[in-house]
Every structure is written in C-alpha cells, then in structure tokens.
Nanobody, 115 residues
Framework: QVQLVESGGGLVQAGESLTLSCAAS????????FAWYRQSPGKQRDLLAS???????YYADSVKGRFTISRDNAKNTAYLQMNSLIPEDTGVYYC?????????WGQGTQVTVSS
C-alpha cells in the first residue's frame, strides 16, 4: 500500500505562484509514475501533468509552460510548481502514484485563484 498526502494549496491572486507537494509513504519502492490532477467545481477530474521515472514528463495543454512537475526519489515526494496562476486553475488538486500497475490517490488540496 502507498499513502499519499498533498500539501501546499491555498488562496492566491491571479499571476501568483504556488508549489504543491505530494509525500508518499508505505510501500514506495517501485513507484513508477506520479501525476497531478485537478477537479474544478462541476467538472471531471482532469490530468494536468505526469512524470515517469526521473525525466519523462507530460503536460496538458492548459498548463504547459506554466506548471512544472518534478520528483525527489530520496524524499519520496512529487511536486507541482505552478506559475502565472489564473482563476480557471481553481479546484481541488489530487496526486496519484502508480506502483505495480496499481494507482493510489491522495485526499486532495484546494487551490483557489482570485481575479
């Protein structure tokens, strides 16, 4: 089992930055993928970014150039650096980890961007 805890969310103004963290614990050896998702009010949970291994990354068009995903294997932690935030980035941000083809989810952290 893998447990994930997200942190770093909050209320910011448009144009500001936030960094989210996703700390993994439990059976962390063998986590191949970390990913960040966002669920905005009334919408489905969308994939924003993922990192496989150490350097293979994917970004959704909506965040490309503004968000950066990274991971620190020594700390079993993934990060999402978010710059130039816009009100449309408001939502609950979830971290997902994949280990042995099983996906684990965190409880989510709220990000609110005011205009």
């Amino acid at each position: 089992q893998v447990q994930l805890v997200e942190s770093g969310g909050g209320l910011v103004q448009a144009g500001e930055s936030l960094t989210l963290s996703c700390a993994a614990s439990g059976s962390t050896l063998g986590i191949t993928t970390f990913a960040w998702y966002r669920q905005s009010p009334g919408k489905q949970r969308d994939l924003l970014a993922s990192i496989i291994g150490g350097d293979s990354t994917y970004y959704a068009d909506s965040v490309k150039g503004r968000f950066t995903i990274s991971r620190d294997n020594a700390k079993n932690t993934a990060y999402l650096q978010m710059n130039s935030l816009i009100p449309e980035d408001t939502g609950v941000y979830y971290c997902k980890a994949v280990r042995s083809l099983i996906a684990y989810w965190g409880q989510g952290t709220q990000v609110t961007v005011s205009s």
